[in-house]
């Protein structure tokens, strides 16, 4: 006898598609029922680990990279749950179905290779809010240039993150305490981690498809230190089972990346053994090859791990992301440089010019970086824990910056080490060019040598070179294109997001005079010699 | 019979004393005549070396340290200068003289125990731009906050610094072009670098008393590499003599500190030999123990060499200063960090926000930082190199943090680095202080670490403290002094140069709150519990 499973609906490309089983409900379903489903085209096999829903719903999701028929069948120790097998015929994508966002030599595109430009945004439990803030939160990232959100799986505890959540991700045994115990232990909460709570990550499903419909990727952080009930601190069998969990459940879903961690090394009770087999666990469960790395606190992971897709990094140093390029060959992202705010913690309270500078310097070291706002108000909703509105005067000009980045070169901007280079310094004689072949200075220390010679310029070569003077505000640049190509010249305002041609056709050697002032760019752009 | 030398006056402690003596004009007294002249106290036995100064005259300059009758006398492989002896009572200082700033643990102190505030400015040749230019400089000077300035002893070619000087330190042999030649030898320029022209360096005495009678020292740069006369490439045995008379000429001037080089690193044709060779030629020839560093370009020299007094770095990472001073037990002087203007060099066209950001910054790392401005004209009068009129906005700032270090400690202003802190940031839990005990970051991210973890603060223990926010704009800050102390809080805006009160009394766990904005500081001094 054939038993079959029932579908969401059509299938399409790069869509999530479900199949639903009846199992048993009695014991711990959790725990006792082993099941996955394995999807055929061709020479293609994939294989899905399913889950418990709850109510004897189980649950198989594929999202599928090719068009066509794929069968199915699944297995389980659940005979309810074994031997299902059928067909489904996924279409066409959908306007807006781009699939995963995959690396792409340094920087990302989504799987069906149209680009995608990384500027994330940080609010790490808005999808905990309740409906009217989190439906404001969407409302403000629909309105925001921002094209990720890094958000957590799990409720954080913090200065100004005292609230309870409407639901918790395990079973409630008993309540505890509402402020930072001396340790878990004291915290009062206990849970049955043994037994997830399914309608709390169908409400985390529900908000990761409404970032899906408004163009946001989901970088979700799987774990983090900032807890008062206990979830930070589970055995390793519970992390891993949580991790399986929270990743078969999830993995289907188009707009997710996985982050290890927030701060990782914060989770003073995990080893790096600890993080290492927990990573193998996220990548054994998700057959569909999302993003994953890990963020942290004092000290980076080991990026060059090659399971790591990309460095996703907390650093106010953003010009360093030119050198982590290099060292790990990665796309780079700062995701966290310091937030646009005034609270009295030092990385929450840099002034929007200074954000920014950073998203503008990142950009011009060949990376990304990350927004966050933390403006202190009486209700105590951060934007950067809780969302709801977006008050700094840094958003309007990252979607300036958005918009200068989508008019460029579809590769993305990659540093360009020696154009852009300032006047020789002295004339007809040794300029600093020579200097530096001559004196290399430490690698720590590359950031300070460019501060002091030359600008950062990123671009793409022969066609498309963006000089960014940060702080610094010259009244000149000295055009040094390739010879024998002739150039636009436009100054950028990064702050007050203006542009003007400032020449409608440069050459190698010509000097271009503007009014000097903080925080402008030139951008040179190929037109016919 | 007793020949005795000609004073040029009274003596006085901490002023120049000067014996004349004449002697052989033929041959080439630079050369073929050696000269020193023992001075006696007591047990005090002080070696000057004399000097030719043209015109059959030859010189002796005596710094006295002590009061009281000093005895002399001269020896010679010249007859006449031979043998010549005699006694001179120095009386008490006079008003003003305090004798050179000599290191005083990790900060200065003149000679006879007073204050030095090092606040330096840099006009690398404005001694050599002729009487009217120079007038207006020492005008400046005389109204500007600044205690010392980098000068050079050598002319200087760069870009905007293309004017000869009135004369030159050695005897002209064949003029030369003006633009910076493919070589030197190419550049048409020869000297007799074997005879000083004495009027080059009476000039340079002129104008380094005129700088000591409005309270400035002169850091005087021994070599640089920005030449085209030849300066730079002499043998090692035209350095050697130029230091010695140089040296002999100055080191009775009370505000005279030794800077080998400016940029030693860019003098491609000395070894590191040389300038260990060239050091030791300094000390030998100067018995008053000046101060004594040398200056970078990429690679800062060795400040653990015990011959160096201080570091005199080139560095944009003020907030390094903190390191250094731990790294090398010196006093630190950033004398480069770059300079507020608009030029198209990097290192010259910081704003004057920036300028006055990384003195604060500096300030707090305990240490000391340099000014220079770079605004172009077209008469192409930079500051930087040939002084004149100070346009720019940092100025008036830096007298205003001057005021604040001299209403401070007498003693300067040492890190704290455990207070100022802000709040601890998990309420009752684990805070940052404690995480920095668990993870240390590489001593190149300390500035990282600070940036993101707390705000420097600098001062005296149990007395003052002084917390600068940067670009930083926190609302509040927790009071972290140490129990049972109480304390005045001043907000200080660095850039609006305001300060006002904003509590009469706090202890420690008290918050303070205030208007959020960049570039303020809070100032806690202790008062009576």
Known sequence: MTKSATANGAASLWATFELTLEGPSTGNPFQDVQLRAIFRQGDREVQVTGFYDGDGQYKFRFLPDVTGVW?????????????????????????????????????????????????????????????????????????????????????????????????????LVKEGGHTWPASI?????????????????????????????????????????????????????????????????????????????????????????????????????????????????????DYSDERLTHVSIQRPYTDRIALWREEFKKPVSDDECCYEGDIGEAWGNISGKELVHRFWDGTVAGGYVTHGETFYNDSETLWWAKGGKLIGESVSRIAFLRQILEEGPDEGLDPM??????????????????????????PEEQGWARAMVHFATAGQPHRYYLTYFGGNQPRELAVAVPPEEAYRATLIDTWEMTKSVIAEKVVRGDMLVFAPKPYQAVLLERIEA
Chains 1, 2 share one sequence.
């Open 71 to 171: 069968t199915y069948e699944t297995h389980s120790n659940a005979p309810a749950l074994d031997g299902a097998s059928g067909s489904v015929e996924v279409g066409p994508a959908k306007a807006g179905h781009h699939g995963p966002v995959r690396a792409s030599g340094l920087h990302f595109r989504y799987a069906d290779g149209s680009r995608y430009i990384n500027i994330g945004t940080t609010a790490y439990v808005w999808n905990l809010q309740g409906d009217e803030l989190e439906q404001q939160t969407l409302a403000t990232l629909a309105e925001a240039p921002f094209t990720k959100i890094r958000m957590c799986v799990f409720p954080k505890h913090y200065r100004y993150n005292q609230n309870e959540p409407d639901r918790y991700p395990f079973a």
């Open 185 to 301: 232990e004291q915290s009062g909460w206990q849970f049955d981690f043994d037994r997830f709570e399914p309608a709390y990550f169908r409400h985390l499903e529900q908000r990761i498809a409404d970032l899906a419909a408004i163009g946001v990727e989901a970088d979700l952080i799987l774990l983090h230190p900032y807890d008062r009930w206990g979830f930070s601190q589970m055995s390793a069998e519970q992390d891993d089972r949580y991790l399986r969990y929270v990743v078969s459940r999830l993995s289907a879903f188009p707009n997710v990346w996985w982050s290890m961690a927030n701060e990782y090394d914060f989770m003073f009770n995990k080893t790096l053994d600890d993080w290492n087999r927990m990573i193998d666990v996220v990548i054994d469960t998700d057959p569909f090859d999302h993003l994953l790395s890990v963020h942290n606190g004092f000290g980076p992971f």
């Open 417 to 442: 080490p020696h154009t852009g280079h300032h006047k020789i310094m002295m004339a007809g004689g040794l300029d600093h060019a020579d200097l530096r072949q001559l004196i290399i200075p430490p």
